[in-house]
Nanobody
Framework: QVQLVESGGGLVQPGGSLRLSCAGS????????MGWYRQAPGKQRELVAR???????NYRDSVKGRFTISRDNAKNTVYLQMNSLKPEDTALYYC???????????WGQGTQVTVSS
């Protein structure tokens, strides 16, 4: 059974940093696209960043230069380093692992990130 477990969320002041982790189990994910999404109250879930099996990355414009996504295939894990956090980054963050040819993939349970003074 496939399972994704996120960790690393929490409360941080504006300008602070957090590092999210998402560890997968149940199969090998080295060929999968690994991504981070977020959903704020009353808003749709949105893609934050994703990393492909060859290491190439995409970021939404609002986090470019502040967030860095990386992966460790040996550990079936994806990371999201978040620096210079802003109140508008506050959301529930989800990881997603999916094969290239699949639309939905697998989701984690979410980890809360709150940026507030």
């Amino acid at each position: 059974q496939v399972q994704l477990v996120e960790s690393g969320g929490g409360l941080v002041q504006p300008g602070g940093s957090l590092r999210l982790s998402c560890a997968g189990s149940g199969r090998l994910f080295s060929s999968y696209i690994m991504g981070w999404y977020r959903q704020a109250p009353g808003k749709q879930r949105e893609l934050v960043a994703r990393i492909f099996s060859d290491g190439s990355t995409n970021y939404r414009d609002s986090v470019k230069g502040r967030f860095t996504i990386s992966r460790d295939n040996a550990k079936n894990t994806v990371y999201l380093q978040m620096n210079s956090l802003k109140p508008e980054d506050t959301a529930l963050y989800y990881c997603n692992f999916r094969p290239v040819a699949v639309v939905v993939g697998y989701w984690g349970q979410g980890t809360q990130v709150t940026v507030s003074s």
